[in-house]
Nanobody
């Protein structure tokens, strides 16, 4: 089992940047594909970005492609989400998630494909 703790959220003006971090407990972090999702109150949780176990494969939602970058440091048990050129519509609670995957698998993009979730962190972008 793995526990996930997000940090780095907050309030930023449109056009600004934030870097989210997600620290994972345990010694098996490198066996998990990781993802970032976000949720606005009253709406379904939506996919943002994903990365495979080694970090060699990444995938993004169209709405963030070119602005957000997901990365991971397996030595530090941490996954990151660098968010640039933020827009008010990026305002949401952001969640990191871990999926148990085999070595040859790629990324996961669906909520139901993830096994563990962080508690979420608020990101607010003002206009």
């Amino acid at each position: 089992q793995v526990q996930l703790v997000e940090s780095g959220g907050g309030l930023v003006r449109a056009g600004g940047s934030l870097r989210l971090s997600c620290a994972a407990s345990g010694r098996t972090f490198s066996t998990y594909a990781m993802g970032w999702f976000r949720q606005v109150s009253g709406k379904e949780r939506e996919f943002v970005a994903a990365i495979n176990r080694s970090g060699g494969i990444t995938y993004y939602a169209d709405s963030v492609k070119g602005r957000f970058t997901i990365s991971r440091d397996n030595a530090k048990n941490t996954v990151y989400l660098q968010m640039n050129s933020l827009k008010p519509e990026d305002t949401a609670v952001y969640y990191c998630a871990a999926a148990i995957t085999s070595l040859w698998e790629g990324v996961r993009t669906l909520v139901r494909e993830y096994d563990y979730w962080g508690q979420g962190i608020q990101v607010t972008v003002s206009s």
